[in-house]
């Protein structure tokens, strides 16, 4: 069975500092997505980045980067100079590989962002 | 950018009472999705849909839960007698196939709050 735990539940910044955001996984395909979504205010669910499992290259966009590492698997989310409108809840979600199938996600709890000017 | 649709956005409804959410998903998307979220919690998969069928669902997606896509573009999710539990966001999401592998992002709706009394 697939897990993705969020061990943070609230996070609260000032504007500027960075902070990460943890997910930790457990899954017995050995091949898996990894997501993040953000979930603003406003509620609706926005894709952020996908990472597979067979590619463990950290990746950067803009102010967002993503640390992924299978030996603990975690994959990491750190927002760099933080903003009041990165403030949302921050889901990272888990989709094992099924040829030719649906595969559901399996979400987190959620990170409550907060960031203050 | 094309988007996925949902209609209402916010339903009231009396318990007991039957009620049907409607999505619209991105239009050359294969495999459909409803998600819901009480309020402040995760969001929890209830089932999937290829083909014309169900793929999988969830422990949540009982009897009283059905889900159709009766023109090929509308894609709904019917609740027959509606408890008090069954208020939350319900999310409706769509994927696209490339590949053999379901590396594909979900595109999520921006919900229906459903409200029962």
């Known amino acids: 069975a697939q897990k993705v735990t969020q061990a943070q539940t609230e996070i609260s910044v000032v504007e500027k500092e960075d902070v990460t955001l943890d997910c930790v996984y457990e899954?017995?395909?050995?091949?898996?997505?990894l997501f993040w979504y953000k979930q603003p205010p406003s509620g609706e669910l926005v894709f952020l980045i996908r990472?597979?499992?067979?590619?463990?290259q950290n990746e950067i966009s803009g102010r967002y980067s993503w640390n992924f590492q299978k030996s603990t698997s975690s994959f990491n989310f750190t927002i760099t100079a933080s903003q009041v409108v990165d403030s949302a809840v921050y889901f990272c979600a888990l989709s094992e590989a099924q040829r030719g199938a649906n595969s559901k996600l399996t979400f987190g709890k959620g990170i409550t962002l907060s960031v203050r000017p | 950018e094309p988007e996925v649709t949902q209609t209402p956005s916010h339903q009231v409804t009396q318990m007991g009472q039957e009620v049907i959410l409607r999505c619209v998903p991105i239009s050359n998307h294969l495999y459909f999705y409803w998600y819901r979220q009480i309020l402040g919690q995760k969001v929890e998969f209830l089932v999937s849909f290829y083909n014309n069928e169900i793929s999988e669902k969830s422990e949540i997606f009982d009897d009283q839960f059905s889900v159709e896509r009766p023109d090929g573009s509308n894609f709904t999710l019917k609740i027959r007698s509606t408890k008090l539990e069954d208020s939350a966001m319900y999310f409706c999401?769509?994927?696209?196939?490339?590949?053999?592998?379901?590396?594909?992002?979900?595109?999520f709706g921006d919900g229906t709050r459903l409200s029962i009394l």
């Open positions: 899954t017995r395909d050995t091949t898996y997505y």
């Open positions: 990472r597979n499992s067979f590619d463990e």
């Open positions: 999401a769509s994927r696209d196939r490339v590949g053999q592998y379901s590396n594909q992002p979900q595109h």
